[in-house]
């Protein structure tokens, strides 16, 4: 079963708005990471955050973590029309390689 | 991180026949991984590749079905076999090696009539 749900499933900006996007999750997770997916393509590996931290930056990306919410957020700052994509949380659990994908939020920044 | 190629990129297949899909890396690394995205869904782990042995299955997924192979720390294959509409998904090849995260090809776009 699907660990992760993000929230909303699909958002529409403008450019140079922000955009955030919510993801909750289950059980208890070592990390969780964040991949953007343009238009049916690979993914592409964002940010991922240990279940230690709270809080990570990555140029306008900006990604919290709550584990005693068992939820995550990711930031999209002065969003871009380059933005628009699919974006999927990802969490991995106790000793396992495995991903398991929430199911995803379509962002469309409007240019 | 690694350069993952997956051949080919897109397919249009006739149901009841199979196709394999390659993942080649441009180093060694650890783990491959399959997965598959349904259209409009998110992604779901069919397997783990595990070199020189059986590939370890998720729930819902089998080897006479999806049958991989892994001869190497570089390559893998996935086929689908005796493909029906419901097969028709993205299917994406991740990697991962060392502390890194799991990165992923361009995946096959496949479509079966």
């Known amino acids: 079963s699907q660990q992760g749900e993000e929230d909303p499933q699909a958002l529409s900006i403008q450019e140079g708005e922000n955009a955030t996007m919510n993801c909750s999750y289950k059980t208890s997770i070592n990390n969780l990471q964040w991949y953007r997916q343009n238009s049916g393509r690979g993914l592409v590996h964002l940010i991922l955050i240990r279940s230690n931290e709270r809080e990570k930056h990555s140029g306008r990306l900006r990604v919290t973590l709550d584990t005693s919410k068992k939820s995550s957020s990711l930031l999209i700052t002065a969003s871009r029309a380059a933005d628009t994509a699919s974006y999927f949380c990802?969490?991995?659990?106790?000793?396992?390689?495995?991903?398991?994908f929430g199911k995803g939020t379509k962002l469309t920044v409007n240019p | 991180s690694a350069v993952i190629s997956q051949k080919p990129s897109r397919d249009i297949c006739q149901r009841g026949t199979s196709l394999t899909i390659q993942c080649q890396v441009d180093s060694q690394v650890t783990m491959m991984f399959w997965y598959r995205q349904q259209p409009g869904q998110s992604l779901t782990l069919i397997a783990t590749a595990n070199q020189g042995s059986e590939a370890t299955y998720e729930s819902g997924f089998v080897i006479d079905k999806f049958p991989i192979s892994r001869p190497n720390l570089t390559f893998s294959t996935l086929t689908v076999s005796n493909m029906s509409p419901e097969d028709s998904s993205i299917y994406l090849c991740?990697?991962?090696?060392?502390?890194?995260?799991?990165?992923f090809g361009d995946g096959t776009r496949l479509s079966i009539l």
């Open positions: 990802a969490t991995s659990q106790g000793g396992s390689e495995k991903l398991v």
């Open positions: 991740s990697v991962r090696t060392g502390g890194q995260p799991q990165h």
